[in-house]
């Protein structure tokens, strides 16, 4: 008499089909936790941009935009500044992505460590506005610039190895051109239209509640950011544990 073979387990690539699928429907833990991650997103971005001075930290396609114009001494934009920021977000994509190839398999974990870093670079990036005068195209205002752009970097990384549909926490083009495309106004199925507009929306928030804190200093944003960073992390990673 034969024995029943053993069930099998899942393997990684299962786990994380797993976890994309489930977070097609925003009431899903990781879609919520990417949504909260896409406000500071607009958080961040703001600080940089209004508050430091014409240049992203988180969406790198503006930032090469801005570069080709101040390259051409167009608009009085900064060339130093933005190549700061590419530089910056790239070395942190590096290190997001030594981190997924080491723990990307244990997912709660790895998203863990990601936010941690993240939520230590940006409050490290909060302490230093509080605690000197930053002025754009200075060693002050870089030097905000790269701790945000690297830990942009990081969570890029880490959320490409998530690699959830529409909620890349950064970039919205490709989440604004499946709301159209799939839209029944243009003949499309509808699939995916409430996550995509959550995302829209919690990028439009986030970059007006970074505007509105400006106005009372460039620290508090920044404190924002990264507090809800922290808070992700501490009510995500139970709540992945769980399901898992």
Do not use: C
Request: charged share 10%; no cysteine; aromatic share 4%.
């Amino acid at each position: 008499m034969s024995t029943p073979a053993a069930p099998r387990q899942p393997s990684v690539a299962d786990r994380e089909g797993q976890h994309r699928r489930a977070a097609a429907s925003i009431r899903h833990p990781l879609a919520r936790a990417l949504l909260v991650l896409t406000f500071t997103t607009g958080v961040v971005d703001a600080v940089s941009y209004l508050g430091i001075g014409h240049v992203f930290t988180a969406n790198m396609t503006g930032n090469i935009v801005f570069l080709g114009f101040g390259i051409a001494g167009s608009g009085g934009l900064p060339v130093l500044a933005p190549l700061i920021s590419l530089a910056a977000f790239l070395l942190g994509a590096g290190a997001g992505g030594i981190l997924a190839r080491r723990i990307g398999d244990r997912h709660p974990l790895h998203l863990g460590v990601a936010l941690a870093i993240e939520v230590s670079l940006i409050l490290a990036a909060a302490v230093l506005a509080a605690a000197i005068d930053v002025h754009a195209n200075g060693l002050s205002g870089d030097s905000v610039i790269a701790l945000i752009a690297l830990a942009m970097g990081v969570r890029n990384a880490t959320v490409r190895r998530l690699a959830v549909p529409d909620l890349t926490t950064t970039v919205l083009t490709m989440t604004l051109t499946g709301l159209a495309a799939d839209s029944p106004l243009f003949g499309g199925g509808d699939g995916g239209s409430v996550r995509r507009g959550a995302a829209v929306l919690a990028m439009l928030a986030g970059a007006l509640a970074g505007a509105l804190l400006l106005k009372s200093s460039l620290a508090l944003p920044l404190a924002a950011a990264a507090a809800l960073a922290l808070l992700t992390t501490l009510l995500y990673a139970p709540a992945a544990r769980r399901r898992e």
